[in-house]
T-cell receptor
Framework: SAVISQKPSRDICQRGTSLTIQCQVD?????MFWYRQQPGQSLTLIAT?????????ESGFVIDKFPISRPNLTFSTLTVSNMSPEDSSIYLC???????????????FGPGTRLTVL | KQEVTQIPAALSVPEGENLVLNCSFT??????LQWFRQDPGKGLTSLLL?????REQTSGRLNASLDKSSGRSTLYIAASQPGDSATYLC???????????FGTGTLLAVQP
């Protein structure tokens, strides 16, 4: 299976600032994703991070607010810009299409970044 | 639009009991279905992956079945333990959307 790490694991930020979250996968993967999970709720897909091109955003999420980079097949960043208290959530990086052959179609998740905006 | 529902939303059982978690989805055109476990404040751990051509998968005390035509999956946990306490999520990966759609989750508490 693919092992995914995220940095930072948690942060407390002031309103109006930006935070960049890093995601590193231990093997090359075809697809990387960013999710948000608000307290007590299930996961919401923010965007698919495309290697070498602009990310594909889901309805309700825009590039100016959540710029994403994916410079190679193992690394991606998500920036939460101009933060407000409503952005307080857990942000999760996810990947599929990598690792050992029999788990190629399996999707894996990082440990998450717990963000609190004051 | 694919919708995934899990029943029950919460479940509390005594240690040692066998239990079944249910997942249903509205669009049967899926590539695969995954069951995940999430501990409070943590990321997701993949438990089982069932391809659309498969009927079930087993890992230790866990057994997941898939009936694609009826849009249903079940996760069977044998001889439950307090360490099994977590939220269990099912998710389907569909052909139309090429992304993982999550269910609403079942919060499981196993009492010692």
């Amino acid at each position: 299976s693919a092992v995914i790490s995220q940095k930072p694991s948690r942060d407390i930020c002031q309103r109006g600032t930006s935070l960049t979250i890093q995601c590193q996968v231990d093997s090359q993967v075809t697809m990387m994703f960013w999710y948000r999970q608000q307290p007590g709720q299930s996961l919401t897909l923010i965007a698919t991070a495309n290697q070498g091109s602009e990310a594909t955003y889901e309805s309700g999420f825009v590039i100016d607010k959540f710029p994403i980079s994916r410079p190679n097949l193992t690394f991606s960043t998500l920036t939460v810009s101009n933060m407000s208290p409503e952005d307080s959530s857990i942000y999760l990086c996810s990947a599929r299409g990598g690792g050992v052959k029999d788990r190629y179609n399996e999707q894996f998740f990082g440990p998450g970044t717990r963000l609190t905006v004051l | 639009k694919q919708e995934v529902t899990q029943i029950p939303a919460a479940l509390s059982v005594p240690e040692g009991e066998n239990l079944v978690l249910n997942c249903s989805f509205t669009d049967s055109a899926i590539y695969n279905l995954q069951w995940f476990r999430q501990d409070p404040g943590k990321g997701l751990t993949s438990l089982l992956l069932i391809q659309s051509s498969q009927r079930e998968q087993t890992s230790g005390r866990l057994n997941a079945s898939l009936d694609k035509s009826s849009g249903r999956s079940t996760l069977y946990i044998a001889a439950s333990q307090p360490g099994d306490s977590a939220t269990y999520l099912c998710a389907v990966f569909g052909g139309a959307t090429n992304k993982l759609i999550f269910g609403t989750g079942t919060l499981l508490a196993v009492q010692p």
